[in-house]
């Protein structure tokens, strides 16, 4: 793994969630975008080189919203940039972690992107990005 990719914070609304944050960071959401295939629209900060995720759901279904029916808003995964997705999912996976995803998947800001299950990393969801290059 290469580093901290993003922070990705669970909210109930952009709207309300935006604003307080470029209060917090002292600067501006610099991109906002739907990922249809995960229910979910989501808004970027970045302060130095950190970067921060906003997830808001797009359904009463998604995987946001039913995150924060359990356990309120508030951080939901972190995002490690790898530089070969495929190869990191395998090694991972031999050294016995369970994929979420058996194949990465769009994500969010240009990304393939795969999830480890949060039961085998002390309960953090652990999200793997590559920059996509198409």
Same mark, same amino acid.
């Given at each position: 793994?290469?580093?901290?990719?993003?922070?990705?914070?669970?909210?109930? +609304?952009?709207?309300? +969630?935006?604003?307080?944050?470029?209060?917090?960071?002292?600067?501006?959401?610099?991109?906002?975008?739907?990922?249809?295939?995960?229910?979910?629209?989501?808004?970027?900060?970045?302060?130095?080189?950190?970067?921060?995720?906003?997830?808001?759901?797009? +359904?009463?279904?998604?995987?946001?919203?039913?995150?924060?029916?359990?356990?309120?808003?508030?951080?939901?995964?972190?995002?490690?940039?790898?530089?070969?997705?495929?190869?990191?999912?395998?090694?991972?996976?031999?050294?016995?972690?369970?994929?979420?995803?058996?194949?990465?998947?769009?994500?969010?800001?240009?990304?393939?992107?795969?999830?480890?299950?949060?039961?085998? +990393?002390?309960?953090?969801?652990?999200?793997?990005?590559?920059?996509?290059?198409?």
């Amino acid at each position: 793994m290469l580093h901290i990719e993003h922070i990705g914070i669970a909210v109930k +609304s952009l709207e309300t +969630s935006v604003p307080l944050f470029e209060k917090l960071l002292n600067t501006a959401c610099y991109k906002t975008e739907t990922v249809t295939g995960e229910q979910v629209n989501t808004a970027f900060f970045k302060t130095g080189i950190n970067k921060i995720e906003l997830l808001e759901s797009t +359904s009463e279904e998604g995987v946001i919203q039913k995150f924060i029916e359990k356990k309120g808003e508030g951080i939901h995964h972190i995002a490690f940039a790898v530089e070969n997705i495929y190869d990191e999912m395998k090694r991972l996976q031999d050294a016995g972690f369970r994929l979420l995803n058996e194949t990465p998947k769009h994500g969010a800001d240009n990304k393939l992107v795969c999830f480890l299950h949060p039961k085998d +990393s002390n309960g953090v969801l652990i999200e793997l990005c590559q920059d996509r290059n198409d």
